[in-house]
């Protein structure tokens, strides 16, 4: 589905991600797992067409999304939620919502599909007049999560979506992500929790200054040496 080849990305003249392949298939989670630095949040901005310096071949379902700009990447399949959070506190949960919308003009096409949200997410259905701002940190990642939904994208990308969150909030943002690859959704996250980001996936890949250094299923990567000595604080 999301097809990722010799992306190049970084700013001002300073290559960050540099020259990195891959894959994310309909119903999947896949992982990028890196340290602090590495470029996870780039290759991100990078595919998203929100870094400066970019290069490579970008296709959604074999359609060229290279050259589309952020603005209408929605529009084209693909939904993006940044590292910083970015619910809208002072606005309800269904506002929060509808505004993942903003760029329907069918008033009632938004209404069905927000409804259809709110089914998925009991969570939120139950709350959906409280302000944003009443959620726990993991509930509102599950809101931008659904907010995203709005569009129905084919391919969710996710930036270090446990970032700051008690460890039953990380299972509620990972299970919902689950929610969305049953219901056929790709997922490409960034992660520096590698071991609960790599139980939740399907498949990693582990940069390194910029590159792809492995790449394996996801419990292929735990069983790894390399990756519990250098990512999960595993002495050999
Ligand atoms: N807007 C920017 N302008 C200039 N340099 C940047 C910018 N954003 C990131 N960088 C640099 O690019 C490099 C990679 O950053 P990036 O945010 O992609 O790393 P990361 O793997 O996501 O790290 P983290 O785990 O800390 O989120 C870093 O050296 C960073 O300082
Ligand atoms: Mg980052």
């Known amino acids: 589905m999301l097809k990722v080849r010799g992306l190049k990305g970084g700013?001002?003249?300073?290559?960050?991600?540099?020259?990195?392949?891959?894959?994310?298939?309909?119903?999947?989670?896949v992982?990028?797992?890196?340290?602090?630095?590495?470029?996870?949040?780039t290759i991100l901005k990078s595919i998203f067409n929100m870094a400066p310096v970019r290069e490579g071949v970008v296709t959604l379902d074999d359609q060229d999304i290279f050259p589309v700009s952020s603005y209408q990447?929605?529009?084209?399949?693909?939904?993006y939620i940044p590292q910083h959070h970015s619910v809208f506190p002072k606005l309800t949960i269904t506002e929060n919502l509808r505004m993942g919308g903003y760029l329907l003009s069918d008033a009632k096409l938004l209404q069905e599909r927000v409804a259809k949200v709110e089914d998925m997410f009991p969570i939120l259905?139950?709350?959906?007049?409280?302000?944003?701002?009443?959620?726990s940190g993991g509930e509102q990642r599950m809101l931008e999560i659904a907010r995203t939904l709005i569009m129905d994208p084919k391919v969710v990308m996710l930036d270090e979506p446990s970032i700051g969150l008690a460890p039953k909030m990380v299972d509620l943002v990972f299970s919902t992500a689950r929610l969305l690859a049953e219901a056929g959704k790709g997922i490409l996250m960034v992660e520096q929790n590698v071991r609960?980001?790599?139980?939740?996936?399907?498949?990693?890949y582990v940069l390194e200054l910029g590159q792809v250094r492995i790449t394996d299923e996801a419990q292929a990567l735990i069983a790894d040496e390399r990756v519990s000595r250098l990512y999960m604080g595993v002495r050999s």
């Open 196 to 204: 609960r980001a790599l139980l939740a996936s399907d498949r990693g």
């Open 73 to 79: 990447m929605l529009t084209v399949g693909l939904a």
């Open 11 to 29: 700013y001002g003249g300073r290559l960050i991600v540099d020259g990195v392949d891959l894959d994310v298939a309909a119903g999947e989670i």
């Open 31 to 41: 992982t990028v797992i890196g340290q602090n630095g590495a470029g996870k949040s």
């Open 125 to 135: 259905k139950e709350r959906r007049k409280e302000y944003a701002a009443s959620l």
